[in-house]
T-cell receptor, first 115, second 114 residues
Framework: DAEITQSPRHKITETGRQVTLACHQTWNHNNMFWYRQDLGHGLRLIHYSYGVQDTNKGEVSDGYSVSRSNTEDLPLTLESAASSQTSVYFCASSESRDTRGRGYTFGSGTRLTVV | AQSVTQLGSHVSVSEGALVLLRCNYS??????LFWYVQYPNQGLQLLLK??????LVKGINGFEAEFKKSETSFHLTKPSAHMSDAAEYFCAVSGSGGYNKLIFGAGTRLAVHP
C-alpha cells in the first residue's frame, strides 16, 4: 500500500545545530507540504513543492529550507535550530493542485524538541 | 487570502449527546472547506469536504457539515457522540481552483464523557 512516512518520530537537538526531518511518500504525488503544529495555532504551512526542483515558502518559512530532487522525498532542514522551533512537524502530499481532489494525505508527524 | 476561525478550543459532551464544532471562514474567492480529525499521536485524516454542489456534506463516522455562505460558516455536527470520537478536529479552507493550499484553523479538542 502507498504511504507517507516521516522520520524520525521524535528528535531532541541542541540550539544552533542543523537538523533535517525526512518525508518520503510512495503515492507518486507531485505536491508535498510541510506544516508545523503548535498549541493555539493549529497547523501552519512552512514550505511546499509542486514538483521536482520546485519549492515555495509558506507563512512561517524563516529558519527552514527544503529541496526536491525527486518525486518521493521532501526533506525539511532547520539551518540553526532555535527553541522556538520546538514543535510537531507534519508532512503531507496531494495528487492534485486543485484541493477538490482527494485532499491531503498526512504523515504521522515528527516531534522535535530544541534544548 | 483565506483564514479560518474555530470557536472553542475545547468542547466536552456526554456520550450520546449532540456534537457541534464551530468553524467560520474568510475567503476572497469561492472557498473549498474541509474538516480533518487527528487522533492521539497520529496524522490528520479527512472527515469531509465541501467544494461545490449540495451544501450539506456527509462524511465518515456519522459526521456532517453544512456550508452557509451567508454566515461564512461550516459547522461540524454529529447527532450522537461516541467515546471513540474523542480527538482534535481541524477546519480548513482553500481557494477554489488549482495552485491553492489548505489553511487550517487552530483546532478544537473534543472530549466525550460517559
Amino acid at each position: 500500500d502507498a504511504e507517507i512516512t516521516q522520520s524520525p518520530r521524535h528528535k531532541i537537538t541542541e540550539t544552533g545545530r542543523q537538523v533535517t526531518l525526512a518525508c518520503h511518500q510512495t503515492w507518486n504525488h507531485n505536491n508535498m507540504f510541510w506544516y508545523r503544529q503548535d498549541l493555539g495555532h493549529g497547523l501552519r504551512l512552512i514550505h511546499y513543492s509542486y514538483g521536482v526542483q520546485d519549492t515555495n515558502k509558506g507563512e512561517v518559512s524563516d529558519g527552514y529550507s527544503v529541496s526536491r530532487s525527486n518525486t518521493e522525498d521532501l526533506p525539511l532542514t532547520l539551518e540553526s535550530a532555535a527553541s522556538s522551533q520546538t514543535s510537531v512537524y507534519f508532512c503531507a502530499s496531494s495528487e492534485s493542485r486543485d484541493t477538490r481532489g482527494r485532499g491531503y494525505t498526512f504523515g504521522s508527524g515528527t516531534r522535535l524538541t530544541v534544548v | 487570502a483565506q483564514s479560518v476561525t474555530q470557536l472553542g478550543s475545547h468542547v466536552s459532551v456526554s456520550e450520546g449527546a449532540l456534537v457541534l464544532l464551530r468553524c467560520n471562514y474568510s475567503s476572497s474567492v469561492p472557498p473549498y472547506l474541509f474538516w480533518y480529525v487527528q487522533y492521539p499521536n497520529q496524522g490528520l485524516q479527512l472527515l469531509l469536504k465541501y467544494t461545490t454542489g449540495a451544501t450539506l456534506v456527509k462524511g465518515i463516522n456519522g459526521f456532517e457539515a453544512e456550508f452557509k455562505k451567508s454566515e461564512t460558516s461550516f459547522h461540524l455536527t454529529k447527532p450522537s457522540a461516541h467515546m471513540s470520537d474523542a480527538a482534535e478536529y481541524f477546519c480548513a479552507v482553500s481557494g477554489s481552483g488549482g495552485y491553492n493550499k489548505l489553511i487550517f484553523g487552530a483546532g478544537t479538542r473534543l472530549a466525550v464523557h460517559p
